[in-house]
Antibody
Framework: QLQVQESGPGLVKPSETLSLTCNVS??????????WAWIRQPPGKGLEWIGS???????YSNPSLRSRGTISVDTSKNQFFLRLTSVTAADTAVYYC????????????WGQGTLVTVSS | EIVMVQSPATLSVSPGERATLSCRASQSISSNLAWYQHKPGQAPRLLIYGAFTRAAGIPARFSGSGSGTEFTLTISSLQSEDFAVYYC??????????FGGGTKVEIK
């Protein structure tokens, strides 16, 4: 069964870079069947898609992030990553790594989520 | 960007009653709509895709309908474990993938 799990620091200072890792188990990140995604939920708000990446390098990001977000893949470690630069308090959220099939972008597996707080 | 709007924001329902949740898209998305259930401290769970197809393991009391811009999630007889926040999401035209703001189903 495909599973994903996030990890990373829970506290990031304003203007710095948020970096998260997602470990994938139960499937190869090099599979042609899946996109690997990041989604976040600010406190008291709804879900926001950050972006998705395909193992071949195809990347799609939410324009609302104004190019601050980068998603990448390490096939040797079966992991994918999120880097979000120049963070502010508005980036405080629970961050989920997730996956969706290549042919239908419904989120079929989610991590448990990790809270990242932006504060000095 | 396709904007998804859910209503109502909060729905108060007694156990055993029927709950009807709505989701509207800012433009036609055909049947490219999913519904998720989200409980506090847990990962969201896919309930419905293709507007009306239940995901694996989802009880038959959950049903989806609609196409184009208007969609409905119906829970026929609410169980205690169904009290949660429900989100719709379109995947017709992306990026970006977009979610509705959610409907909280609470105990009346």
């Amino acid at each position: 069964q495909l599973q994903v799990q996030e990890s990373g620091p829970g506290l990031v200072k304003p203007s710095e870079t948020l970096s998260l890792t997602c470990n994938v188990s139960g499937a190869s990140i090099s599979s042609s069947d899946y996109y690997w995604a990041w989604i976040r939920q600010p406190p008291g708000k709804g879900l926001e898609w950050i972006g998705s990446v395909y193992y071949r390098g195809n990347k799609y990001s939410n324009p609302s992030l104004r190019s601050r977000g980068t998603i990448s893949v390490d096939t040797s470690k079966n992991q994918f990553f999120l880097r979000l630069t120049s963070v502010t308090a508005a980036d405080t959220a629970v961050y989920y790594c997730a996956t969706h099939p290549r042919q239908m972008a419904t989120i079929t597996a989610w991590g448990q989520g990790t809270l990242v707080t932006v504060s000095s | 960007e396709i904007v998804m709007v859910q209503s109502p924001a909060t729905l108060s329902v007694s156990p055993g009653e029927r709950a009807t949740l709505s989701c509207r898209a800012s433009q036609s998305i055909s049947s490219n709509l999913a519904w998720y259930q989200h409980k506090p401290g847990q990962a969201p769970r896919l309930l419905i895709y293709g507007a009306f197809t239940r995901a694996a393991g989802i009880p038959a009391r959950f049903s989806g309908s609609g196409s184009g811009t208007e969609f409905t999630l119906t829970i026929s007889s609410l169980q205690s474990e169904d009290f949660a926040v429900y989100y719709c999401q379109q995947y017709s035209n992306w990026p970006p993938l977009t979610f509705g703001g959610g409907t909280k189903v609470e105990i009346k």
